[in-house]
Every structure is written in C-alpha cells, then in structure tokens.
C-alpha cells in the first residue's frame, strides 16, 4: 500500500533503528509512494565499515537523540 498525499514518519538525515535494537543507522532516502514503503538506510557497523540497506518503512523507529555534550557540560557548570 503506497502512502503517497502522507507524510512518511521519518525523513532523509533522521536517526533510525529498528525496535529489536542493533545500531543506529541514517536515513538516506524514502521510498513512500511504491507498493510497499521502504527506506534506504546507512550506519557503520563495529568495525567501522560503512553499510547501507533497504528497511520496510514500519520496521523503523526515530532513534532517541542524543544528549548535545555541550548542553551537559553547561548543566554541569550551573550545579556547581
């Protein structure tokens, strides 16, 4: 089922991963108005090799963010 006239629920550049866990992988491109939406995502695996691969659109999930190390530090500097 093609969700063309929809926004997708994620974008190129968001920070994906699947629900089962594994690394945290970028959106490269959406695929939403074929049959069956799909991304294409790229993440580097523990060897620090660059991977890419095709997602089913439902199988990803937004990433949480993460902490700005500035903003922490700050955080940090107004406890003190």
Request: charged share 25%; net charge negative; hydrophobic share 40%.
């Amino acid at each position: 089922m093609a969700t063309s006239g929809y926004p997708p629920p994620v974008k190129a550049g968001d920070r994906v991963r699947l629900p089962s866990g594994g690394a945290v992988m970028t959106v490269e491109r959406v695929f939403d108005w074929v049959e069956n939406p799909f991304v294409r995502c790229v993440w580097m695996d523990a060897w620090s090799r660059v991977s890419r691969g095709p997602f089913d659109l439902a199988a990803v999930e937004l990433a949480p963010e993460k902490p700005d190390p500035s903003s922490e530090a700050l955080a940090k500097e107004d406890t003190s």
